[in-house]
């Protein structure tokens, strides 16, 4: 018995999105260390000052970046393997962050800040 084809899905259709920017100080300080290195879900949850990485990388997914997540070899505490996520900004993530920084820079020339 043959499996059914599943229709495929255009996975840069998010990557179009232009990224509409966050007064969110959780997303602000995963932005701040994202733009300067990749980082270990575990270590996000410590600097943004959250508890779950996972869903503040999809509230910042859902504004239009990327941030795609690599699964890495690693041994635990107990010697065990296991695979934690490692999120990093794609170069179309920081254009886009960059772009938005531009323009809020602009506005608050304009605004006189």
Request: with cysteine; aromatic share 4%.
């Amino acid at each position: 018995m043959k499996t059914p084809e599943l229709p495929k899905v255009n996975p840069s259709v998010r990557s179009k999105r232009n990224f509409t920017g966050t007064t969110n100080p959780r997303h602000l300080r995963a932005i701040t260390v994202l733009m300067r290195r990749p980082i270990l879900r575990k270590q996000l949850d410590d600097v943004a000052g959250c508890t779950n990485a996972p869903a503040l990388i999809a509230e910042l997914r859902s504004r239009g970046l990327e941030i795609p997540c690599e699964r890495i070899s690693f041994l635990d505490r107990d010697g065990r393997c296991c695979h934690p996520g490692v999120y990093s900004f794609t170069a179309s993530d920081r254009r886009r962050i960059n772009l938005w920084l531009i323009k809020a820079r602009k506005l608050q020339i304009e605004q006189g800040l």
